[in-house]
């Protein structure tokens, strides 16, 4: 089984709601991510936990905060979007992350579209 | 650094092979992958290939690398409509990289 679930599909909030974006997957894997895409682009990479620890933060803004509760679950919590943060929001997981980076296979869940009014 | 090139558009027809081109730059990568999506969809794990390797074939699909020239290609046999979608490359090193995607249109 190489299934990750997201919920929402879908989303839309306003520019002073906060909502959160979850993500869970049951492979025993210990590195989560979050990737950003916009349309006809490929994803980007936003944060990567590795056992349960943020390893990479690409600079993001402090209105995208993410939390891993345990090795299967990885929430996003959006709070103050903007309308330009509308996009794909794309969660993957791996076995070990940034421990074995360059041998390390990423499976993608379905996403969560996000649009900001 | 890192980066991955691919054109951005490729069109077939029907049961016709489709051939789509990658090249990347970081000589370390130990894996290159390919990734399938459709529209409105997350990403589909196609299918990887090892750097020691030249070729590796899955059913319909052919990947093959050329290390020396940094070239990867993946060849889909006999093209469905079911097949039209973004196809990017990818490259493992610190973190993946990704191509910018060539959207494949199967026309019956």
């Known amino acids: 089984d190489t299934e990750v679930t997201q919920t929402p599909k879908h989303l839309v909030m306003g520019m002073t709601n906060k909502k959160s974006l979850k993500c869970e997957q049951h492979m025993g894997h210990r590195a989560m991510y979050w990737y950003k895409q916009k349309a006809k682009k490929p994803p980007e990479l936003m944060f990567v936990?590795?056992?349960?620890?943020?390893?990479i933060n690409e600079s993001v803004p402090s209105r995208f905060s993410p939390e891993c509760p345990n090795s299967s679950l990885l929430n996003l919590h959006l709070h103050a979007l903007q309308p330009e943060d509308s996009a794909l929001y794309l969660c993957?997981?791996?076995?070990?992350?940034?421990?074995?980076?360059?041998?390390?296979?990423?499976?993608f869940g379905p996403g969560t579209r996000l649009t900001v009014l | 650094g890192e980066d991955v090139e691919q054109s951005l558009f490729l069109s077939v027809r029907e049961g016709d092979s489709s051939v789509i081109n990658c090249t990347y730059t970081d000589s370390s990568s130990t894996y290159l992958y390919w990734y399938k999506q459709e529209p409105g969809a997350g990403l589909q794990l196609l299918t990887y290939?090892?750097?020691?390797?030249d070729m590796k074939q899955d059913q319909r699909l052919t990947v093959l690398l050329n290390k020396k020239d940094k070239h990867l290609s993946l060849r889909i046999a006999d093209t469905q409509t079911g097949d039209s979608a973004i196809y990017f490359c990818a490259e493992i090193g610190r973190m993946l990289t990704f191509g910018g995607g060539t959207r494949l249109m199967v026309k019956p």
């Open positions: 936990y590795s056992y349960e620890k943020l390893s």
């Open positions: 290939i090892f750097s020691n390797m």
């Open positions: 993957a997981s791996s076995q070990e992350g940034t421990r074995q980076a360059n041998t390390d296979t990423q499976y």
